[in-house]
């Protein structure tokens, strides 16, 4: 028996497919970086030491962690 055109097959998974377009969308990245004629770890170097000395710049980041509470403000459980 031929299966012709309009017999479905096995349906993939709906995860299988979508991690299959994103594999093929990160492989065509990386292809149009890699034939780019751009300077990428150069560039990323600049960025780096650029955000390092805006860390270096702010106070904020010196001062020590706080802690900070969410929705129960801390409490296992709740009050109750």
């Known amino acids: ?6 017999t479905f097959g096995e349906a993939r998974d709906v ?3 979508l991690t299959e377009i994103e594999q093929r969308g990160t ?27 805006l860390v270096a ?3 904020q980041f010196q001062a020590p962690a706080e802690m900070t509470y969410t ?6 459980g709740g009050c109750g």
């Open 71 to 76: 929705f129960d403000e801390g409490h296992a």
């Open 27 to 53: 492989l065509a990245q990386e292809l149009q970086l890699r034939e780019s004629a751009a300077p990428w770890a150069a560039l990323l170097a600049e960025y780096v030491d650029a955000l390092t000395a």
């Open 1 to 6: 028996m031929n299966m012709d055109e309009n």
């Open 15 to 17: 995860l299988d497919v």
């Open 57 to 59: 710049q702010n106070p």
